[in-house]
């Protein structure tokens, strides 16, 4: 499947910000889907996942409280809205899809299949 995100772009501190990632040909909620992010000189760290049945989303601790991930079917979208955001949210946003039977949503191994990234930069 091949994922495209969108979305980024410059954000001031405490405002939002919402990133979608889409699917050419491919219907995204037979995926369990995930967002990550990638600063300069830092590991790809997992953001936010969300099961295929949308019931179990799934949050890392710096963002808990001001991210929401959500499954738009009819646009065939998965979304990360992005509220207070802090300038240590910059970054670039991967998502990501994994069709494998045993899925865990917090790890970059556990996904097939990535989008090309979008950069998100938060000033204060």
């Known amino acids: 499947v091949q994922l495209q995100a969108c979305g980024g772009g410059l954000a001031q501190a405490g405002g939002p910000l919402r990133l979608s990632c889409a699917s050419s040909?491919?219907?995204?909620?037979?995926?369990?889907m995930g967002w990550f992010r990638q600063a300069p000189g830092e590991e790809r760290e997992f953001v936010a996942a969300?099961?295929?049945?949308?019931?179990?989303?799934y949050y890392s601790e710096s963002v808990k409280g001001r991210f929401t991930i959500a499954r738009d079917n009819a646009k065939n979208t998965v979304d990360l809205q992005m509220n207070s955001l802090k300038p240590e949210d910059t970054a670039m946003y991967y998502c990501?899809?994994?069709?494998?039977?045993?899925?865990?949503?917090?790890?970059?191994?556990?996904?097939?299949?990535w989008g090309q990234g979008t950069q998100v930069t938060v000033s204060s």
């Open positions: 040909g491919r219907t995204l909620r037979w995926y369990n």
């Open positions: 990501a899809a994994s069709d494998r039977v045993v899925y865990i949503p917090t790890i970059r191994g556990g996904y097939d299949y």
């Open positions: 969300i099961r295929r049945s949308g019931e179990n989303t």
